[in-house]
C-alpha cells in the first residue's frame, strides 16, 4: 500500500474560534486505517474541539477534512455518519428514558419504519455485541445502566452504523481499572477487523499501552505525530505540556521524589466522623449509610468511587448544605448540627465538583466570587458595608497567584473559560486557608501545568498541618496525593487502603461492589 | 332543562365538551415532545375562533373556516418556532407575546370584518354525522355515534397520535428530539426540523380547537370566546403526562367538569360554578405534587438546543 491509500483520514490546517478564544490553530491530523490514533493533550489543548469539528458539530473557520482520499464537506453529524465517522462523547448523548436498542437504532433508516419493529436490529446489536465483547441487554432502559454499559451502547451506536472510524473522547473517566482493560480489549478487536480508532485522553499510560501512533495537541496547536515506538515517555511529556514546566521537579512526573513527604502524617486526629448517614431527597432509600472515619493534622484521605455513590452527598452533609444523622467531630468541638456559615467561620472550606451549578455566581464579578465565603469578616467587611479597595487588593493578588485569565477583577464570573473557573474555586478555597478542605475534583478541566499547581498546594496544605478530604474519580491522582484512600459503593465505604497498599485494580473491585 | 337530565343528554354534552381541550392538548404535547413549549393556546384559539367564523360565513362552509382556522394556528406556530427553534429566544416570553397578538388579532379582525353591529352574524352550527350501523346501538349509539364530525376527529387523532409516537420510527425520533436534541442531533435526526413541524402542526390543532367554540357551541364569536380553554389545555397535557392516550382519558375529567359547572351556572346549586371552574387547575397541582413520575415531562421542555453551544441546560 503507498502512503495516500492507507490514509483513512486527513485533517488539514484546521481552525476555529469562539469568540475572541482560539481554540484550534492549524491543526493538522492524520489517521491510517486499522489504527488505533492516540489524540493526546491536556484539557483545554483542543482535542474535544477537534473531534467535534470532524464529527459536524462545529463548524470549523478554515481547514480541510479529507476522507479515504476525497475532500469532504462536513456540515452536521449527519454528514459525518454518512461518512462512516462515529463517536462517543464524553458526556454520553442518550436518551435516559429509551431501552438500549432504541437509541442505538435512532435516526437510523428502519426498513419497517411504520412499525417500530425491533427484532432485526437487535440480532445485529447481539452480533456486534458478541463480536467485539461489548455486552449489554437491548431491552434495558438506559437510566437503569451502570457507566460501563452506557459506553457500550455508546460504542454499539456507531459500529450499528458501519462506522469505519470510531473516535472516543476520553472513554476511562469513568470506569475502573477493570472495565478499562475490558473497553482496550474490544477496540483491539474492532482494529482488527479493519476500524480505525481515534482515542482521546489526557493520559499518558493510556496510549502508551493502546494506540499505534500518537498525535500530541497543545494550546490548540498540533505539536508533534509519533509512533509509539519512535519516541520515549518524555518526549510525549515535554510536547504535552511544553517548556514553562521542569520535569524533573514535578510533582506528576518526579513522583518519588515526594513520596516521603507526601506519606508524613500528623498525629492529632482532625476530624471524626461516626455513623454518618444520608437520606435522598425524593427516595427513601439511603444515599449514605453509616460512614466512620477519622482525619488527622496534614493528612490527605482519599475518597475513591464511580460517580453517583455518595460523593455529592458526602461532602454536601459535611458542610452542612444537607441534613444528616451522626456524629461529627471537628477539631475537638460537636459541629453535626452547625450551619454552612458556622462551618465556614470555624475553618472548612468547600470545593465542589460541579462548579457552574454549586460553585459560582455567574453573574457576579470575579472578585465578588472570590471571596464569598469570607465576605462576612474583616477586611472585607465591617458587619453593614463591604470593604471594596480590600477585596479588589485581595482578588487581584489571588488572580496573580491562581493565574486566573480575567480582564480585570470586575469582569462578571460567567465570561471565565472552563478551566479558569475551577481555578477561582479554588483560589477562593485556598485563600481562606481552612483547617480542613473538601475538594471534589479538583483538577477536572485543569491543563497539566495548573493540575501540578494544585497538588502543590495540597502539599503545602500538608506542611501546614492541615487536613484535606480529596473526593475523586481520578485514581492516579489519589495514588499521588492521599495517605489512605477509602473506596465507597453505593453508599458504603467498602475498604480503606492505606498508602503503599494502593492498587489499581483491587480499588476497582471495591468500586464495583465485587469485594 | 332536559339535556343535563337525562343520562343520554348528558353524556352526550360531555362529549361535545371534549373537543377543544382534546385537540389544543394534543397540539401543546406534539411540539413540547420536540421541546417547544407553546403557552399561547388562548390566544392560537381566539385567533383561529375568529378567523374559522369569519371564513365560514363568508364562504358560507364551515369545511373552509375550519381549515382556515388551522392555517391561522399554523402560521402563530410558525412564528413560536422561528423564533425559539431558529433564533433561540426565550419560548415563555415569545408564547406570551403571541398570546396577546393572538388575543388581539382576533377581536380586531372580526370588527374590521363585521364592524360593530347589534345583530351579530352566525353560522349554521356543525351538523351531527351519524356514523351508519354503529348509530342505530341503543343509547350508546345517540352518545358515541351521533355526534359532529370533530369529535370523531378528535379522538381518531389521539389514537393516530399515539401509533405515531410509541409504535414508528419517526415517533421515536421525535421523541428523542425532545429528550436529548443533542443526542438526536449527534445521530443525523434534524432537530430543527422536527420542532417547526410538531409546532406548526401542533399550533394548527390548537387552532381547530379554538375553531369549534363557535361553530358548535353559539354560532356566532364573542370576544373571549374561549373563556380559558386554553390556559387548561396546558394544565390537561401535564394532567395527562404528556401523552396523547392519557391527555384524552384526562380530557374526560376537564370536559365533566365543565359540563357541572355550566350546570350550576343554569339551574344554580350549592357549589358555586367559579368553584367548579377552578377544579382543573387545583387537580392538576396534587396530580403533579402526587404523580411526578407519571406525569413526567420531556426532559428538554421550554429549552432551546443549539449545537455550538458548549454545555446543554
Redesign the interface.
Known sequence: MTPSESTLLEMRGVRKTFGPVIALDNVTLNVKRGEIHGLLGGNGAGKTTLMNVL?G???ADAGEIAVDGRVAQVR???EA??LGIG?V?QQF??????SAA??I????P?RN????DLTTPKQKIRALSEKFGLSLDPDATLESQPMGVRQRVEIL?ALYRDAKLLILDEPTTMLTPQQVDSLFNSLRAMVKSGLSVIFITHKLREVLTLCERITVLRNGKSVITLAREEATEDTFIKAMVGEEMNIGRSLLFAKSSYETEIAQVGSKELLKVDGLSVEAASQENQVISDWSFTLREGEILGVAGVAGNGQHELAESLMGIRPCKGKVVFDGAEMTTLVTRDLLARGIAYVPENR?DDGLLPKATVAQNLILGSHRRPPYSNGLMLNLGAILKRSQELIDEFKIKTESPQSLAANLSGGNVQRMMLARAFSQNPKLMIVHNPTQGLDIPSTEFVYNKLLERKRAGMGTLLISENLDELFLMCNRVAAIYRGRIVGVLERGQFDAYRVGRMMSGLE | MDQFDSFIGFARLILLALVPYVLASQGTMLSGRTGVFNVAQEGIMLLGASVGFLVALYTKSLLIGIVAAAVAGGIIGLALAYFSSTLKMDQFVIGLALFFIGLGASSLAFKLVVGVTLQLPRVPTLSNLRIPLLGDIPILGEILFNQNALVYFSVLISIALYYYLYQTSWGLELRAVGENPKSADSLGVNVVLMQYATTIIGSALIGVAGAYLPMVYTGVFTQGITQGRGWLAIALTFFGGWRPQLILLGAFFFAIVEVLSLRAQIVGSAIPYQFLRTLPYITTIFVMIYAFRWTRVPAFLGLNYDREKRSLS
Open positions: 464529527f458539530l462545529y463548524k452536521s453529524p449527519r455518519i454518512g463517536m462523547h448523548l442518550q436518551v435516559n428514558s429509551f432504541e437509541n437504532v435512532l435516526g437510523t428502519l419504519r411504520p412499525t417500530l451506536k457552574w
